[in-house]
């Protein structure tokens, strides 16, 4: 399967800043997603990643809070803007190579704490 | 009702046991079914994919009941690294959402 590198690994952020994570994958994957795990909760879609366009936002996630962009087939970032200390979760990447009964694969994560 | 349930644990077995998870899934279009295992501090790694047939993988066994909207994970002669959390994953209808439960802990003690 694809190898996924997810960046910065973990991060210690002060409330109100920004901060954006990026999503590497050493192939081109027709799908790309990120996911939000809070503190002892399992795994919560933010949005699909959808390559040259607008990102589609689950229920509950907004393009003002999380912008998403794809410029590429092998390449995504996430911004968590404005943060608080409710942001503090792990921020996973996946992709999904082909078509929707496929499984995913995720990157290391993202460790993000806010202060 | 939770769209994807699965009995939190932890499960506390000795090595060699054989143990099983449950799952149970509210929507019933969904259309393909994943079992993901998670350890600490670590991402969500494929286990395996789950089929209608049900399929083996070495000490791991899947069963899928549509009917019943059920799931089954059942693992052999479990060993000390098959402690992890065990998560039930399920996708909507072709669709891109994966919907994953909450997990079941495993801890196989020596």
């Known amino acids: 399967s694809a190898v996924i590198s997810q960046k910065p690994s973990r991060d210690i952020c002060q409330r109100g800043t920004s901060l954006t994570i990026q999503c590497q994958v050493d192939s081109q994957v027709t799908m790309m997603f990120w996911y939000r795990q809070q503190p002892g909760q399992s795994l919560t879609l933010i949005a699909t990643?959808?390559?040259?366009?607008?990102?589609?936002?689950e229920s509950g996630f907004v393009i003002d809070k999380f912008p998403i962009s794809r410029p590429n087939l092998t390449f995504s970032t996430l911004t968590v803007s404005n943060m608080s200390p409710e942001d503090s979760s792990i921020y996973l990447c996946s992709v999904r190579a082909g078509t929707g009964n496929q499984p995913q694969h995720f990157g290391d994560g993202t460790r993000l704490s806010i202060l | 009702r939770k769209e994807v349930e699965q009995d939190p644990g932890p499960f506390n077995v000795p090595e060699g046991a054989t143990v099983a998870f449950n799952c149970t899934y509210s929507n019933s279009a969904s259309q393909s079914f994943f079992w993901y295992r998670q350890d600490c501090r670590k991402e969500p790694k494929l286990l395996m994919s789950v089929y209608s047939s049900g399929n083996e993988d070495g000490r791991f066994t899947a069963q899928l009941n549509r009917a019943s909207q059920y799931i089954s994970l059942l693992i052999r002669d479990s060993k000390l690294s098959d402690s992890a959390t065990y998560l039930c994953?399920?996708?909507?209808?072709?669709?891109?959402?994966?919907?994953f439960g909450a997990g079941t802990i495993l801890r196989v003690k020596s």
């Open positions: 990643a959808n390559q040259g366009s607008e990102a589609t936002y």
């Open positions: 994953v399920v996708n909507e209808e072709y669709g891109n959402k994966l919907v």
